[in-house]
């Protein structure tokens, strides 16, 4: 539906960090919009968009996440919907992942992976030592999301892959193991 069935509860919105710097939040009905907002403001960051999803957040929290992780976990809901938060600087940008342009996208090398958000959007370049970049793109496509990007670096033999960190770990480890 386009309308939640009860009109969302403008206190939702009023949650900050705690001492500690955590948060617990739920939202019911709650607009992108203002669910956004919400997110930079308690970010220090500023936000940008030209597009949102048309529907609303519907999510209940049973624990209590630091600014980061709540992030993450808001944009695993926005990726559900084919749009990602991308962070640059103090700007928080929210851009539909269909014909996404890379440039925007922030570049990682595989071994800073790790380091990264499970959700959060990334491009990486990696080396193939054992297949041809042709062949790489139609043997990883199915194991990356619809999200997902990969291109073929022929004459290099490279493999550059956008797509969400959890996605382009396991990929990374498939490619280190063979």
């Not at 992780?69 to 929210?94: C, F, M, P, W």
């Not at 997902?148 to 280190?176: C, G, M, P, Q, S």
Request: hydrophobic share 40%; charged share 25%; aromatic share 6%.
């Amino acid at each position: 539906p386009s309308k939640p069935d009860t009109a969302p509860d403008p206190a939702e919105l009023q949650v900050e960090p705690d001492a500690s710097g955590k948060l617990r939040f739920n939202f019911r009905g709650q607009p992108w919009p203002a669910v956004l907002d919400w997110l930079a403001r308690v970010s220090k960051m500023s936000l940008d968009w030209t597009e949102l999803p048309g529907d609303y957040l519907n999510l209940t929290t049973q624990q209590s996440y630091t600014v980061e992780e709540a992030r993450d976990l808001i944009n695993q809901h926005l990726l559900a919907r084919g749009y990602t938060i991308l962070r640059k600087g103090e700007v928080l940008s929210v851009r539909p992942t269909k014909d996404l342009n890379l440039s925007l996208v922030p570049r990682v090398a595989p071994s800073e992976l790790n380091e990264r958000m499970p959700h959060e959007f990334v491009k990486v370049t990696f080396d193939l030592d054992w297949l041809a970049a042709e062949q790489a793109v139609t043997e990883f496509k199915p194991i990356l999301s619809t999200n997902a990007t990969l291109v073929k670096l022929e004459a290099t033999n490279r493999l550059e892959a956008a797509d969400t960190v959890i996605n382009l770990r396991e990929l990374h480890r498939l490619l280190v193991e063979e």
